[in-house]
């Protein structure tokens, strides 16, 4: 009975913690600041992925076949591409890794971002992995799936959830420390002046007690109030003469604290940290600098997942493979890019391929597809050109 009873007593049995209302908010504010600032590096990263273009190709040449159609535009019968794809970045921002769920539904391949799952324990080290406890929007998948059933998308040993967390917290602290302290100069105080006769009252401390309680705490916080005031006792308040410069200076204090929380989340999620703050000076060599390391990288890695599980060596080496195309992320203004554009044509270029690259309209003609070269440019064997 001994045995049981105490069983059932580490079981059940919890400890409890007084927990004041200012706590609660306090954490609440410490929560919010870091989802908000996790939140908009996560949009910012999401965004710019789904704006990337999924291309497949078949024996060398670009196809738009029924792949072409699952990835960019209708990858499961619920969801849109560009909502799967901020699925996917939201999962590698908070979690580390993204699982891909393929299955199946009338006829075509469809992919589903898993909610929840688990590797297998029990593994052999030189086994496939299998994939326990997986569910898509909350509902079990009912079995363990096979590595061949999934598409696994890692964000590397270090992601950015994980490396916030200690970072965050502290800077979360040192605003609530600097809030409490604003409150506490925005404050009202009252200094009280006691005769010595009124001192030497052995209740005194009770008394002052008492009525600190009963009449001065109410007079401070309320609009509207009376006081009284007592033979020896005189009230003076004190601490409000700058407490406009106060408010002032504690705002600006209390905003570059959160804006380092913005900073440091950006840096973790490798996005400079110009562009979450909206500065414009620099944003260009910013954005290119962000999708060099960044975005890149990420669609490298998907690419190669999808590859290694869709298509395989055999495809692969035939010329069947998918490329995440993010050459045009960044906004292109096409008359500001004329002269440019117009070189492009001249070294190669055809006029489909400039209307893919700009995210315009491909027209099936046969001369659309043709390419063309300035008189500037000859082989080097023939060592003549002309400079027309």
Known sequence: MGIFSWLRKSSYEADFHKVSVEE??????????????????????????????????????????IDHYTWNIRPNPNETGT??????????????????????????????VASGFD??????????????NVSVNDVPVGRTLSDDEVLHISAGAV???AALAALADTQCRLINVAQRSLRWQMGQHVKVHIDRMAQGDKEFNQTFQAIIEAQIKPFLESENAALPEYDGWNYQMFG????????????????KMI????????????????LVSGEVADSKDAVSRWLTVAIDPLAET??????????????WLRGDYLRVDTSGLQHFDLFANAGSVEKLVGSGWSYNDIQRAIGGNE?????ANEHYFTKNFASVKDGKGVTE
Not at 302 to 315: H, L, V
């Open 24 to 65: 609660l908010a306090e954490l609440a504010i410490e929560t919010q600041v870091r989802r908000l600032a996790l939140a908009v590096c996560t949009n910012m990263t999401a965004n710019a992925l789904g704006r990337a273009v999924l291309r497949t190709f078949e024996n060398g040449q670009e196809v738009r076949g």
């Open 83 to 112: 909502q799967f794809w901020h699925k996917v970045v939201h999962s590698l921002m908070t979690e580390g890794e993204a699982l891909l769920v393929m299955r199946p539904v009338a006829g075509q391949d469809c992919v589903w």
């Open 119 to 132: 590797l297998e324990q029990k593994q052999r080290p030189f086994a496939p992995n299998r994939w326990e």
């Open 159 to 161: 992601y950015p959830g």
């Open 240 to 255: 409000q003469e700058k407490n406009g410069a106060r408010l002032a200076e504690a705002g600006r204090e209390i905003r």
């Open 259 to 274: 804006d380092d929380v913005f900073d440091f989340t950006a840096r973790a999620c490798l996005i400079p940290p110009v």
């Open 302 to 315: 998907i690419a190669d997942e999808i590859n290694r599980k869709c298509y395989g060596p055999q495809r």
């Open 363 to 367: 027209i099936d003609a046969e001369w």
